[in-house]
């Protein structure tokens, strides 16, 4: 670390910067200055399909780098407020340390996606977090492995069988992947030249107009020992929860949500009242979670990812029951701190927004 660095970094400075911090100060100068945050610039802009953008970015040096199937937390400025979202690293862990790639689609109800997809400029600089999550290759490679993926759940995916190829690995790879249809396949042609592999066995489904859905009789048929391989899966929460339940109780399975599709409104919690006690604004309760609960009164709080992964939601719930929607766990502890994007109140609840 330069002497520049272990002074910007120092207690002194801290507080001299106070409230602010230092990387505030920096960003005006240079908004790739930073001692503690991580941002990035936009260096390369590749679209994949209409939906579908892969920006190349490099970060600030404060970035400590990935592993392949991690995700990062975006912040970029859309209409004068800054907004997060979590998407998946879908560039090799292996080559140019100095760049990642994130490969966004638009969603309808996405402003951050639909901005990074259709908006992104070469030279945007966005905010970063460093790379998090667990959904990564084991260290010891074994000899075989499966990976499922489902339209935009292919990026985490491509990540690992990127850095699997350019680590020359000399194991057997069987990816199924699930696409809409032919033009909708993110990095279809990349596909193509991967199915062409000596040690990859690659098939593409496509599920639109009354195609074909996952089902135990293609994994059997592409992978009939899969109850033996290291499996990832990785794709809508339908995808991944036909394949969990074909291979049960069998920890070879990884699994990462891409979009939680459990988080709808849930009628047997649908009763009691919630408050929202510092706008005084309160309903029925929908039985939806208490992020959707708040925007559909007019309320706008924080949020990132809408998963329960980055906390941006987190907000005080001061009174009442409330339902994890990932883990199914309940808790009534009065005054703690939730995820409201992932909780759905039981009955009466208020909380602090
Ligand atoms: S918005 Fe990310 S945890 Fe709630």
Redesign the pocket.
Known sequence: MSLTQSLLRSPAVAALTSPHGVDRYLEIMNPMWAVHDVRARVIGIHPETDEVTTLTLRPTSTWHGFRAGQFVQVGVEVDGARRTR?FSISSSEVGDPDTLTITVRAHDDGLVSAYLAHRARLGLVLHLSHAEGTFTLPETLPQRLLMISGGSGITPVMSMVRTLVDREYAGRITFLHYSRFPGSTIFGRELEELAGRENIDLAVVHTRAGGERFTAARLEQVAPDFADIDTFVCGPAGLVENVQRVFGDNDRLRVEYFKTSTITADPDNAHGSVRFARSGRAAENTGGTL?EQAEALGLRPE????????????SRKTEGTVRNVITGAESGLPDEDI????SQPMGDCAVDL
């Open positions: 979590c992020l949020y990132g990812c809408r998963m329960g992964i980055c906390f941006s939601c987190t995820q409201i994007c992932v």
